[in-house]
């Protein structure tokens, strides 16, 4: 009876929601446009080069080379942002997070200490600021570390436990305190009894490690739900409230963490994260997102992969040192009190994460943001039984992260909608809107024409002895040039970051990882503009990818999986 009463008020919690959620079946019409909206554009900049340059190719000439310097501006800006962000994360690692998290145990006796004291690590200023505020306000309600608890939700189709061990032991290992970490398992029916033993060795392998450690299966064909992340990160939420409710925590001192079964965290990531959460005021209304590096088996990985995975890497370098632009991706944590009024994750969409971003601005009228966490989680590059396979299950894996486009829709819907928008400023979330569709048509399109596009002019108008459109593909030659320095700082930072190698790699190793990266342009465009356009397409098309594609875990060799972005 109490179960039932139970499913019934989490269906009207639900219903009461609907609002917030993707839409099932038919679409309006203008969802329906805004869902071949992106597609629409990335097809159209590339047919417009062709277009341009059959009715004059001076115009197919200067279509050309405003893309390519805008490429070339962006190339700059990416290579400083590397630079000052690589430079960063070292400097955020360094810190003793669990010390300035200790500090706002008591504000006023720790900004007695420091305020006159003179230190060089990253945000120690800041740091000094924080303990002033809060030691400044009389009664402040802000939890204290020792009442703030974490509890990370690892979800888990099939993987075996060479994957799912080190993992949970790097948890283990930071240098939070275990007793206030709760672990939830949640893992699907789907990977049938393998599964099922693999999370009952897990729970006795690490009983008595963390303050609890739950298992949640999560049962097969609910309804409302599609085949993926989000359905199970959702129903172990759901777990994971009603135990925090029965143990009396207090939900709004809990900071829950999804992790990927392969996502190996940094030591001070939970005590950063804890810091952060305190010193905001408005807590429950921010998400915290760390670096992810796809770093965990990159010597392993074949070079195409490796390119695929430090371009990754850099990305989220990049995005991290652009907090108005920081979206959730991957791992992030987000408080329980706020999960829970907004029911967790979409249970709708494969690219739950990005998604948790836009859902979580529209729950929270706009007065939401996403906090840089400077310090990495460590994934997997894509690695499957063979090259052939590899290749592959790469291209499914960011096929399913560029349907991140499917948003576009979402967005467009909520602020074309004035009941819908619940308040939010046209301006700014039309802002948002337009940088999400740019971001989108501009990995589609992009890499295709940079590549080939100084031909264009030149190939259509064979008669033609314009210079303009002959000397193209040498003007075009000329910033690629430019543009290659770029790649330069890329290939040093790469190396700088590349864990220690393995015993069983020759120094040869070395000479490979650098040569690699010529395959740059190939990988940009097959695996960045056609996945790109793959997912664009079907959204066009109305053939919604709604099955998330696992990314199958092939673990080569044994090795002690500690890494580190900062070798000591």
Do not use: C
Not at 188 to 211: D, S, T, W, Y
Not at 267 to 289: M, N, T, W
Not at 496 to 520: A, D, F
């Amino acid at each position: 009876m109490r179960e039932r009463k139970k499913e019934t008020e989490d269906q009207a919690e639900s219903q009461g929601l609907e609002w917030l959620e993707l839409p099932l079946g038919k679409r309006t019409k203008l969802y329906r446009f805004l869902e071949i909206l992106p597609g629409f554009l990335s097809y159209l900049s590339v047919i417009l080069l062709f277009v341009l340059s059959l009715i004059n190719p001076i115009l197919g000439a200067i279509y050309l080379l405003v893309i390519i310097a805008i490429t070339l501006v962006k190339a700059v800006g990416t290579a400083f942002r590397t630079i000052q962000g690589y430079k960063v994360v070292q400097a955020a690692e360094r810190v003793d997070w669990s010390r300035r998290l200790a500090d706002l145990e008591d504000p006023h006796e720790a900004f007695e200490r420091l305020y006159d004291a003179t230190e060089n690590s990253y945000d120690f200023d800041e740091h000094v600021q924080n303990l002033r505020i809060m030691s400044a306000v009389e009664g402040n309600k802000e939890p204290k570390p020792h009442e703030v608890y974490h509890a990370v939700i690892m979800v888990a189709y099939d993987e075996g436990l060479e994957v799912l061990v080190p993992s949970v032991e790097a948890v283990r290992d930071t240098t939070f305190s275990n007793e206030r970490i709760i672990f939830v398992l949640g893992y699907e029916e789907r990977g049938g009894e393998a599964m099922q033993k693999n999370a009952e060795e897990l729970k006795k392998k690490f009983a008595g490690v963390f303050k609890d450690f739950l298992l949640v299966k999560h049962p097969d064909g609910l309804e409302g739900e599609i085949a993926g992340k989000g359905p199970n990160l959702t129903y172990a939420g759901k777990h994971l409230a009603e135990y925090v409710e029965k143990k009396r925590i207090p939900a709004e001192n809990v900071i829950v963490t999804s992790l990927d079964s392969d996502n190996r965290m940094s030591r001070k990531y939970l005590d950063y994260v804890a810091y952060e959460f305190i010193v905001r005021p408005d807590r429950q209304h921010y998400s915290y997102q760390p670096v992810s590096l796809f770093m965990n088996n990159i010597w392993e990985a074949p070079a195409p992969m490796r390119v695929v995975a430090m371009s990754n890497s850099f990305f989220n370098i990049i995005s991290t040192m652009r907090p108005h632009l920081l979206r959730n991706f991957a791992s992030h944590s987000q408080p329980l009190a706020a999960l829970i009024g907004m029911d967790f994750w979409s249970k709708r969409t494969i690219v739950e994460d990005g998604h948790q971003y836009w859902r979580s601005l529209f729950y929270f009228e706009g007065k939401y943001e996403v906090v840089p966490i400077r310090v990495p989680i460590y994934q997997d590059a894509v690695i499957a039984e063979n090259l052939k396979a590899t290749l592959r299950a790469q291209f499914v894996q960011l096929r399913r992260w560029d349907y991140g486009a499917s948003d576009v829709a979402y967005v467009g819907s909520h602020l074309f909608d004035k009941k819908e928008r619940r308040g939010m400023n046209f301006l700014a979330l039309f802002t948002k809107f337009v940088r999400l569709l740019d971001g989108h048509v501009t990995l589609a399109m992009m890499a295709p024409i940079v590549a080939f596009g100084g031909w264009v002019p030149m190939l259509l108008n064979s008669t033609s002895r314009g210079a303009v459109a002959w000397n193209l593909p040498n003007v075009v030659g000329w910033i690629q040039t430019i543009a290659m320095v770029g790649l330069i700082i890329t290939v040093v930072i790469s190396l700088k970051m590349l864990p220690k190698r393995p015993e069983n790699y020759k120094k040869q190793k070395i000479l490979l990882m650098i040569v690699q990266w010529i395959l740059m342009p190939v990988i940009a465009i097959v695996y960045q503009s056609v996945a790109a356009f793959y997912a664009q397409t079907r959204l066009m098309l109305g053939k919604y990818m709604e099955k998330f594609d696992v990314t199958k875990k092939v673990v080569k060799r044994k090795e002690n999986h500690d890494q580190r972005f900062i070798k000591r």
